[in-house]
């Protein structure tokens, strides 16, 4: 125990670190004051009521909220095919896919940004949701197809025999043998997806126009001209929503299992 | 169904996303890198950066500001992993989560959350004020600290997770085996465990170092207008300026210089390795 104090103590300096800001960030969103201040001045929820006469932080809720959900389910069903494929099939050509499948993760943001602006500007979906859309299942596919892939690779195929050995229909196959088994992963991908769509900020940064901000940009955009406590209550809404997504990720697939760590010790 | 079909009706989907929304798009990127306002050839876009010291400076920058979080990380965060290697079942469980929850939280949400303690009224200024130890605030948020600072919190997830990893994997008969042999805690520890997880150290260090290198929100918010780096010139040539070919040149200089200092790191980390083990 002795030798582990300096690393603990370490540790928990770090611990505070990293969660500081939301330490902060939560109670200067209830202060009473017009200006934002840790600590706190007094107590209200002024800052949250006046989130309702801001129309732009309401519809970026929205838009983001909108984005996110369809990118999750879309990339869940795009990775979740192609992983498929990927497992199952041995094929030439497959390590290729399998690197490109993963390759958007490699490539810094910023260049995923500016790229699809010029690209969407030719086409003509450069601001529209659509191309928002598209660019964020771009960014959440690589999570799908890993999560996805690393389920398969303990699938025992042998069930899905039996299955069919017992006179089962292929889709009924799938649906009662080989889905319930793979959804923690697919699950897992999908939440995934969705926090990466949500928290997104500098590939949506080229792609948004006014009316399809998100709210991450939202409050970007206003940071950078007023510090005010509104951006701390609306700051506590996203972290609060974001944790909503993070238990779930926790208890369907586990954190650690997630980030690949070794869970082998639980 | 046939193999073939079968395959191509799977991936098919998500290829289409791939290869319409970044690969084309990436060509098409380098292409206009390429190209003067006529649309005809050149290398203005890139030699500009030769010739203008402007661009040198930020470049130099960027890699500074890096090389400092790249440090950061790794002396916060060896000490975690190395705890999380230690600690056993519940604890190791918390230490996980309260480490990574943070990194799934918005980044511009955590920038401001450090906006909050740092600024010139922020948490820090004001309690330093009033327990009397310095007259004037102290300058920790829009200069190259505070991006530090940002960067460190953001990416030092990476660190510790590269880290554990390669120290969950290490044999801990091993130290027993070096500890019953005689060696020291420390010697133990310089002999046995540091070459092991040298492996997830480079890997954290690489990872850490081309985050920092792209990193865009944290600066913007954190460095102020005085503080820019290259993605965020990069950024105002697309934007502001509407200089599409150098804001995409500048994108790829980015790009280039940090693939080329990551495998020279590497490399030099490789064949030092080879000369020790070699030389013993």
Sequence with gaps: MKKLNVLGLITFFVLVLVNLPFLVIIPSSFTAAGYLA????????????????????????????????????????????????????????????????????????????????????????????????????????????????????????TLEKAGYMLGAHPFRVFWDITLPLLRPAIVSGMIFSFLTSFDNVTVSLFLVAPDTTTLPLAIFTYMQETLDPLVASISAVVILLSLVFIVLLEKVYGLERLFGLNSQSH | MNKRLSITLLTAPAMIVLLGVFILPMLLMLLL?????????????YALFVQDSFYVEILWRTIRVSLWTVLATLLLGFPVAMYMAQATGKMRGIVTMLILAPHLISVVIRNFGWVVVLGEKGWINETLMKLGLIEQP?????????????LTDSFIAYM?????????????????????????????????????????????????FSLSMSAFVTPALMGGTSVKVMPVIAYEQIMATLNWPLGAALAFLLLGSTILLVTLYTWLIETKRYKEVFAS
């Design chain 2, 160 to 208: 510790v997770l590269a880290i554990a990893t390669s120290l969950y994997a290490i044999d801990p008969s091993l130290s027993k085996a070096a500890s019953i042999l005689g060696a020291s805690r420390m010697r133990t520890f310089f002999t046995v465990t540091l070459p092991l997880c040298l492996p997830g150290m480079i890997a954290g260090t690489t990872l850490v």
């Design chain 2, 33 to 45: 890198s390429f190209q003067d306002e006529n649309q005809a050839f050149t290398l203005q876009n």
């Design chain 1, 38 to 157: 840790f600590p706190p001045e007094g107590f209200s929820f002024q800052w949250y009521t006046m989130i309702l006469d801001r129309p732009e932080f309401i519809e970026s809720l929205w838009t983001s909220l909108k984005l996110a959900t369809v990118t999750a389910v879309l990339a869940t069903l795009l990775g979740t095919l192609a992983a498929f494929a990927l497992s199952k099939y041995k094929f030439r050509g497959s390590g290729f896919i399998n690197a490109l499948m993963l390759s958007p993760l490699t490539v810094p943001s910023l260049i995923i940004g500016i790229s699809a602006l010029l690209f969407f500007t030719r086409i003509g979906i450069a601001g529209t949701f659509t191309g928002l859309l598209l660019a964020h299942i771009l960014i959440s596919i690589p999570y799908v197809v890993r999560l996805v892939l690393t389920g398969l690779s303990t699938f025992d195929y």
């Design chain 2, 138 to 150: 102290l300058r920790l948020l829009y200069n190259e600290l505070g991006v530090v600072i940002g």
